[in-house]
Every structure is written in C-alpha cells, then in structure tokens.
C-alpha cells in the first residue's frame, strides 16, 4: 500500500525551512527519500533504518520514528536548487521493494 | 559510483509495434533490478521486479505478456513493451540494487516513450 505523503506542495522563499511527512498504514523496515526534477529520474538523498534513525546531509535531514510508521523530511535554510518534486519510498519486513509516496512538489523561490 | 544508464533516452514508434528498453548498471553488480512507470505529475509506480537469471516478479494488474523482462547478467535488464499502444505512452525508468536487502536503489535516466 502507497504511503501518504504530506502536504501535497510547498512554496518557499530561499532560505526558509520545510518538513514534509510520509506516514504508511504497515510496519516499515526502512524509508528511502528521493528528489525528482522535471523529466529526469529521481536522485537518492537518503535511507533511514528502523531503530528511530536521524540522517542528514548538508541541509537536507530525516528522521525516522517507526512505531509511528513515519518519516519526516526537513529542508533547513532552503536553497533554489531544493526544487524538485520530493518521493518517499517505504520497505516493509519482507518486501524487499519499495513502495513510493504520491510526492510532494517544492518550490524555492528567490 | 553507483551510476544506472536506460538507453534510449526517448523513442516514438507506431501502434502495434514492439519498444525494446535497456537497463545497464555501469559500476556496480545488479542482482536485482526494477521497472517503474511514471505518468505526468504523478508517483512511481512499480511494475515488476527482475532478479538475475530468474522470471520476473510481476505487481499486480501489470500484463506479464505485454511487458517483457529480461535479466539476463548481473548488469543488463531489457524491457520489452510488446504491441505498444497510445496507452502505454509513459516515462519508463528502471533502478538497480545490489544483494542487501536494504541498499539503495540507484535510477536510470529513464525512458519517454510515446506510440503513435
């Protein structure tokens, strides 16, 4: 079953902070998150593993809480290049695939 | 590292013919591969997942007849759409994983497909 992504879309300025969420109705393993722009293939940022995992990179962070079944994904001091349309995708104990978000689409404006 | 190629970027072709997609990982063994379909402005979805050397594992609602895979090494997946139609114009993309259970899956460029 395709986790729930939320909010739908986000417009930021440059320099502000967003968090978008992933929620699934069954017990996750791991959450990967994607980043899509137009017309090209989604771009891994980042896997987070059950155990309450946090990751980061540069300004980019998650975290993980799986006895809630859900993964936050936090956009610190946004930047132009942020753009793109943001994908979760969550494995089950044995699933050994992922099941991807409908996507939440970013805008950073100057 | 890590780098998944789709060749062709783009392909038109007319109803009733038959589209051939490659899938290559170029640094990395792949003994699982996926292909996804992705319609504008909407998710990934999965089609089915391609183990080397084994039938694929189809999702449900996805005709195996129609959409052929092959795994053929530990770095090339083909997907064949048989017959296309209008209806099957999409962006396809495959991605690649290597044995753990929870690696990364790394995309290809993906492939616009439009039938005429």
């Known amino acids: 079953q395709q986790p729930v992504q939320s909010p739908q879309a986000v417009i930021l300025r440059e320099g502000e902070d967003a968090v978008i969420n992933c929620s699934s109705s069954k017990a996750l393993y791991s959450v990967h998150w994607y980043r899509q722009k137009h017309g090209e293939a989604p771009v891994f940022l980042m896997i987070l593993l059950k155990g309450g995992e946090q990751k980061g990179h540069e300004k980019i962070s998650a975290s993980f809480n799986e006895k809630k079944q859900q993964s936050s994904l936090y956009l610190t001091a946004s930047q132009l290049s942020y753009s793109g349309t943001y994908f979760c995708g969550t494995e089950g104990p044995s699933w050994g695939k992922l099941q991807f978000g409908a996507g939440t689409q970013v805008v950073v404006t100057p | 590292g890590a780098v998944v190629s789709q060749h062709p970027s783009w392909v038109i072709c007319k109803s009733g013919t038959s589209v051939k997609i490659e899938c290559r990982s170029l640094?990395?063994?792949?003994?699982?591969m996926f292909w996804y379909r992705q319609f504008p402005k909407q998710s990934l979805m999965l089609m089915a997942t391609s183990n080397e050397g084994s039938k694929a594992t189809y999702e449900q609602g996805v005709e195996k007849d129609k959409f052929l895979i092959n795994h053929a090494s530990l770095t090339l997946s083909t997907l064949t759409v048989t017959s296309a139609h209008p209806e099957d114009s999409s962006f396809y993309i495959c991605s690649a994983k290597t044995s753990g259970f929870t690696d990364t899956q790394y995309f290809g460029p993906g492939t616009r497909l439009t039938v005429l």
């Open positions: 640094d990395f063994q792949a003994t699982t």
